[in-house]
């Protein structure tokens, strides 16, 4: 899970990404870079959030209308500063590139870059290969009979990127002194979103990974594309799509669980509203274990807007009981268990007048090693409730997701192999109540019928690629286990 923006024709192009980057930090807090291009890359990047990495006189240095933004939430690679995106490759032509993603045979393209001799990788992130095997498939349009940069030749080499490159990942970049370019793998599991703005030259175009981030920056966002396209928009600003593979359409679901800002549209629909239908349909669930709650109290943020419909389709009152430290980031993406369990006190602290003697029904949008909400039900007992109900806007989670989302290891859920009363019993609930699967989905879905399938694969271990094996799974395990995930 990152977040990327990518601007081209506007004059103040680091500014409207700077801002973008603002808008979308909640997608990664442990990196974030911007390249601009005016003749020659100008490159800012660091460890950190976006509003401590960069200063006036970097603004004043990174010129261009054409740039690229991102702020990252690691995955593949080490988490430093040299797995910062966006990348670049100076052959051919000069290529910049961000991702949001994760490419699953990353080891395998790794290691037949090295053999080919053709490509050197300077760090761990995964974007880094995607470059170089789009760069690779772009380079003969480079030589003598090339005839130099077309859109034939960036169509061609988006279609190789698709026949080599294996996972989920949507994609933007520039190639110097042509233009923006963008495109997502088949299966569109990863949002992207464009926009456009007029202009005293003309049209600004901007793409990014969420509608949010153009919203911020006063772009006026265009209906979805739909997976397997390449589009590029040249420095005239016309807008040039073709579709080289064919759609195979399952959008994440948890984005609109958690990741994703209530205030934005991905594929068309508002995750506000998903969210108010996911709350609406757990109080029907929550109905049906016949349990008896005084007041209902969410975990900011992801799960306000759910835990509020929830409430009112109950008849019970609505309490922001838990206060949150707005300075303390995400601990869902903090990178180790010993982090996430430090950060939760630090975070959260309890309104004790609205826990004291009651029963008390906690909403959050999911529980995964059950870390977080031990310690949540600790701070509602310390506080003086009767009884905790813990409830989740998601299923239980008990596969990792190998599309970008550094969940856990399977050893690590505390649903797998374990009763609904046993996970109350271990984070010290009275009773636990989760969203059913289908309710999720249609939660989403009935906004647009047309949607299809999407991927639920860490509830249902039902990868949409079909290419996900034992081996592989064991081997992401391992990996993270190596880096204290």
Do not use: W
């Not at 520039?174 to 599991?189: E, K, M, N, S, T």
């Amino acid at each position: 899970m990152c977040g990327f923006i990518g601007v081209t024709g506007s004059q103040s192009a680091v500014s409207e990404i700077y801002d973008g980057l603002i808008a979308v930090q909640h997608r990664g807090q442990d990196a974030a870079g911007i390249i601009t291009y005016d003749g020659r890359f100008h490159i800012k990047k660091g460890e950190g959030l976006v509003r401590d990495i960069f200063s006036a006189a970097n603004f004043r240095r990174l010129n261009g209308s054409l740039g690229v933004g991102h702020v990252r939430y690691p995955t593949v690679g080490s988490g430093g500063g040299e797995d910062a995106q966006p990348f670049t490759v100076n052959y051919p032509f000069g290529i910049v590139m961000a991702h949001n993603g994760n490419v699953v045979n990353y080891d395998e393209l790794r290691g037949e870059l090295a053999q080919q001799g053709l490509r050197h990788l300077y760090s761990g992130c995964d974007v880094e290969v995607l470059l170089n095997v789009f760069a690779t498939a772009l380079a003969p349009s480079a030589g003598e009979r090339g005839g130099g940069f077309g859109l034939e030749a960036y169509y061609r080499a988006v279609e190789q990127v698709y026949r080599r490159v294996r996972g989920a990942y949507s994609v933007v970049g520039f190639v110097a002194g042509h233009g923006l370019f963008a495109f997502r793998d088949p299966y569109g599991i990863k949002p992207i979103a464009m926009g456009r703005r007029r202009t005293a030259e003309g049209v600004a175009h901007a793409v990014a990974s969420e509608s949010v981030v153009l919203t911020a920056i006063d772009y006026e966002v265009l209906p979805p594309d739909p997976p397997g396209q390449a589009l590029f928009i040249d420095l005239e600003g016309r807008v040039h799509r073709r579709q080289v593979a064919e759609p195979k359409h399952h959008p994440c679901v948890f984005e609109y669980v958690y990741f994703a800002r209530p205030d934005s549209y991905l594929e068309g629909i508002s995750v506000y509203q998903s969210r108010l239908r996911m709350g609406q349909r757990l109080a029907e669930t929550f109905r049906e274990r016949r349990l008896d709650a005084d007041v209902v109290i969410p975990v900011p943020d992801s799960a306000c807007t759910a835990a509020l419909a929830l409430a009112q389709q109950l008849g019970l009152p609505y309490r922001e009981g838990l206060v949150k430290n707005r300075y303390v980031g995400r601990t869902f993406i903090m990178a180790s268990d010993g982090e996430r369990k430090r950060s939760v006190r630090r975070k959260l602290n309890t309104i004790d007048e609205e826990f004291l003697g009651k029963n008390v029904l906690l909403v959050d949008d999911s529980i995964v090693r059950g870390t977080t909400s031990r310690k949540i039900v600790e701070l509602a007992r310390q506080a003086g409730a009767h009884k905790v109900f813990f409830a989740s806007t998601s299923p239980p989670l008990v596969h990792p997701c190998v599309y970008g989302i550094d969940m856990s290891t399977r050893r690590e859920f505390v649903a797998r192999d374990r009763s609904h009363q046993e996970i109350a019993e271990h984070i010290g609930a009275d009773a636990v109540i989760y969203q059913e699967l289908d309710d999720l989905l249609v939660s989403v879905q009935s906004a647009r019928p047309d949607l299809g399938q999407m991927c639920a694969a860490c509830f249902s271990g039902e990868y949409p690629t079909r290419d996900i094996t034992p081996g592989m799974l064991l081997q992401i395990e391992q990996e993270r286990i190596g880096q204290g995930h």
